[in-house]
């Protein structure tokens, strides 16, 4: 294995099936109850992250939304918004 492949292959790539789900759940609470979790406003997330996510997958799903969106990879959700759209369709 050469260097080039060794770093490649230690960096974490994405799950289609993970940012899919991402993308079609929707928050059960709160004041944002109904809305796609990767619509979240930032600073909603922010609060969870600095307060404690809630228990299981719920959690879990805010706290990848959390670190998209601090770390400026929102872009990531443009083409999940449009597969949601298209799969809410009639």
Same mark, same amino acid.
């Given at each position: 294995? @050469?260097?080039?492949?060794?770093?490649? #292959?230690?960096?974490? &790539?994405?799950?289609?099936?993970?940012?899919?789900?991402?993308?079609?759940?929707?928050?059960?609470?709160?004041?944002?109850? %109904?809305?796609?979790?990767?619509?979240?406003?930032?600073?909603? +997330? &922010?609060?969870?992250?600095?307060? %404690?996510?809630?228990? %299981?997958?719920? %959690?879990?799903?805010?706290?990848? +939304?959390?670190?998209?969106? +601090?770390?400026?990879?929102?872009?990531?959700? @443009?083409?999940?918004?449009?597969?949601?759209?298209? #799969? #809410?369709?009639?």
């Amino acid at each position: 294995m @050469t260097k080039d492949t060794q770093e490649t #292959s230690q960096q974490p &790539v994405p799950d289609a099936g993970e940012l899919l789900a991402l993308a079609s759940t929707r928050m059960p609470f709160g004041k944002y109850q %109904g809305r796609l979790l990767i619509d979240l406003p930032e600073p909603y +997330v &922010v609060w969870f992250a600095q307060n %404690g996510f809630p228990e %299981g997958n719920l %959690g879990r799903m805010m706290q990848e +939304v959390y670190e998209i969106k +601090v770390n400026g990879l929102e872009y990531l959700f @443009t083409p999940l918004r449009k597969a949601e759209r298209q #799969s #809410s369709d009639p």
